[in-house]
């Protein structure tokens, strides 16, 4: 069983930075496709950045794009969100996603989930 742990978050000034890690035990994340989403309160999670499990190819929506860049470390079995210039509106729990699927950045694609790590990014 794949279980999935991020980490990483907390509190940040506007245009600051913030790298979140996606932690797998129990299988290689290698094989998967994995997804950062990320939920505010009172909206739905939200699809931001995707990794594919073959040549690691990459996909960003349009309002984290340039932004925030999606990595894999296959020695440690970790996923990465990079998260530079952050504004109030990136506010949210970040949740990091695997699927044995092509890699989307739609919430249905994924069948794993972590349980979120917060980011609060200040004015």
């Known amino acids: 069983q794949l279980q999935l742990v991020e980490s990483g978050g907390g509190l940040v000034q506007s245009g600051g930075s913030l790298k979140l890690s996606c932690a797998a035990s129990?299988?290689?994340?290698?094989?998967?496709?994995i997804g950062w989403f990320r939920q505010a309160p009172g909206t739905e999670r939200e699809g931001i950045s995707c990794i594919s499990n073959h040549r690691d190819e990459t996909s960003y929506a349009e309002s984290v794009k340039g932004r925030f860049t999606i990595s894999r470390d296959s020695t440690t079995n970790t996923v990465y969100l990079q998260m530079n210039s952050l504004k109030p509106e990136d506010t949210a729990v970040y949740y990091c996603?695997?699927?044995?699927?092509?890699?989307?950045?739609?919430?249905?694609?994924?069948?794993?989930w972590g349980q979120g790590t917060q980011v609060t990014v200040s004015s």
């Open positions: 996603a695997a699927a044995w699927a092509v890699a989307t950045l739609t919430r249905t694609t994924y069948d794993y």
């Open positions: 129990g299988l290689s994340l290698d094989t998967y496709a």
